[in-house]
């Protein structure tokens, strides 16, 4: 799954404009661990793939290839922007903000 993965988390985080080395300082991890992962030089473990899934906003099934469900190459630039800036914020405003979707789109389904 190698291969899937090194695209996938090259997609990602193109897509939000982020630089090897900033998705490395957000996860807590070391620049050369995350720039191995994404080489394809090495497999992050269990534990570190779903911190990149849950960093991502995927699942751990789309980082490796088993699903593409999410097709981040072609969402608008506006839906883009928003993960950008969902994927800076702390875990407690992260929360915050997941509440607010949760609701919003309970008040649409009505």
């Known amino acids: 799954w190698g291969q899937f993965m090194v695209k996938n988390l090259s997609i990602l985080r193109n ?7 900033q998705v490395a300082i957000d996860l ?5 661990t995350y720039y191995n992962w994404e080489s394809g030089d090495a497999e992050p473990s269990i534990e570190n793939l779903i911190k990149l899934a849950d960093y991502f906003c995927v699942s751990v099934d ?12 072609n969402m608008p630039n506006e ?3 928003v993960i950008n800036k969902f994927t800076s914020l702390n875990e407690s ?6 509440g607010y979707v949760d609701s919003l789109y309970e008040s649409e389904k009505k």
């Open 93 to 98: 405003n992260q929360t915050k903000v997941a």
């Open 28 to 32: 807590s991890i070391k620049y050369t």
């Open 62 to 73: 789309y980082l490796i290839g088993r699903e593409s469900r999410i097709n981040l190459e």
């Open 15 to 21: 897509k939000i404009g982020k630089s090897q080395r």
């Open 79 to 81: 839906q883009s922007k």
